[in-house]
């Protein structure tokens, strides 16, 4: 999930030594088909195409829970894993989500010809509409705070910039297509 | 490569037909990968 581009990747995969085929979705096609909102993500495929388990968010090789999942359903000991129930605050409409689409490739558009801050200004349309979406927002901070992603990932920051943002959206009113759940009144 | 918008595919759905450009240029198509198990791991560098 990379928006700007092969080369972004290409260290990673090289770091990893990975053998196995990497392809880039510079406009999140694969969000925006199986409607994640986050990575690290892992999808079972059985050798008929039909998928047999997804993750999205937290799925990690280093996660033993997650690997003796894919090891059964490579050895056959299950069929299927069906997910959790998902914990998103609303469900946006196809007609949002293609709007979300639109703004992300104008964004990528913008930013390849060297127009960051319109760039930024797309992303963030998108965002407005699907706020629970860390992709977006990911998308956003790498190209805004660059100093944050490299030369090592900042993640104590993003946890606190995370917090930041969803307060002052929800401040503006800003929390989904549903709109922000009624605060509690104090002795309530 | 057709992709309907309003089902949004999910455990026991058959894995949509998309391609997506691989890091040596050339485009992968999902459809390809039938006939054996397959495990995507979607990250991103950020």
Known sequence: METQGTEAARPWVDKA????????????????????????????????????????????????????????????????????????????????????????????????RGSKEEAILEWQRALELDPENLIIRKQIWAVRYPERFHPTIDWDWQGEQLRREREEEIERGVCGPDGCPIPREHGE | MNVDINIIPTVGDSFPDLSLPKLDGEELSFSELRGRKVLLFMWGSW
């Open chain 1, 17 to 112: 030594g990975a053998e196995y085929p990497v392809t880039v979705d510079r406009h999140n096609l694969l969000g925006r088909v199986l409607d994640f909102k986050a990575v690290p993500n892992g999808v079972f495929l059985d050798e008929r195409g039909v998928i047999r388990y997804t993750k999205y968010g937290g799925f990690s090789v280093e996660r033993s829970g997650d690997v003796e999942t894919i090891r059964k359903l490579i050895g056959g000991e299950i069929e299927q894993q069906i997910p959790s129930p998902s914990e998103a605050q609303y469900i946006l409409s196809p007609v949002d989500r293609e709007l979300v689409e639109t703004r992300l490739r104008l964004g990528n558009e913008l930013l390849s």
